[in-house]
């Protein structure tokens, strides 16, 4: 069974900071893909970033990357320079790609406050 | 350019009573999901479809009913509906790209 933990409930960053976000995956399957979504006030889901796990780099898009450690099975999400409409929730989430079935599952969510 | 349709975007409920959630998509995605999020527990699948024709359950799919007649929509319904499920509904699609299509929720309340 896959399993998503984020053990960060809440976080707080200062306008203009790098911010590191947890999350760290249970899977006993060798190909599966990592995700981050952001949730803003409004409601909306926005893809952030991806990684699979036969990615020789670390994944970038923007502000957004992904501090993929294989071994230690953590994919946490790094945004820099943050800004206040960074405050948002964010999830991390994973699918098994063994099967072409397997859902995306999420953790828990991490809440971000970017102080002005 | 419309991608996930979900509609009602409220809906307020006796207990009792029964619904029908639509979720359309127009990106002729072979993959559809249902989920529900209550404050804390992030996202936790419901029942989710891999083609038309096709459903299957989730983590939590007691007390819910799919069904996928045409490949665009996913049809979540709710026979008898319970306080328990007061939440927020997001349907989901995708194709064979990894990345999930989200629509912007249903906020249901059952009294």
């Known amino acids: 069974a896959q399993k998503i933990t984020q053990t960060q409930p809440g976080m707080f960053v200062q306008e203009k900071e790098a911010v590191t976000l947890d999350c760290t995956y249970d899977t006993s399957d060798p190909s599966y893909g990592l995700f981050w979504y952001k949730q803003p006030s409004s409601g909306e889901m926005i893809f952030l970033i991806y990684q699979g796990s036969y990615d020789q780099q670390n994944a970038t898009e923007g502000r957004y990357s992904l501090n993929f450690q294989k071994a230690r099975k953590s994919a946490n999400l790094v945004i820099s320079a943050s800004q206040l409409g960074d405050s948002a929730m964010y999830f991390c989430?994973?699918?098994?790609?063994?099967?072409?079935?397997?859902?995306?599952?999420f953790g828990k969510g991490t809440r971000l406050s970017v102080i002005a | 350019n419309a991608g996930v349709t979900q509609t009602p975007k409220f809906r307020v409920l006796k207990t009792g009573q029964s619904m029908t959630l639509l979720c359309a998509q127009d990106?002729?995605?072979?993959?559809m999901y249902w989920y529900r999020q209550d404050p804390g527990m992030g996202l936790r699948l419901i029942h989710y479809s891999v083609g038309e024709g096709t459903t299957a359950k989730g983590e939590v799919p007691d007390g819910y009913n799919v069904s996928r007649l045409k490949k665009q929509n996913f049809l979540l319904g709710l026979e008898s509906a319970a306080p328990s499920q007061t939440s927020v509904y997001f349907c989901?699609?995708?194709?064979?790209?990894?990345?999930?299509?989200f629509g912007s929720g249903t906020q249901l309340s059952v009294l």
């Open positions: 989430a994973m699918r098994s790609f063994i099967t072409g079935n397997t859902p995306l599952v």
């Open positions: 989901a699609s995708r194709d064979y790209d990894e990345k999930l299509f």
């Open positions: 990106m002729n995605h072979e993959y």
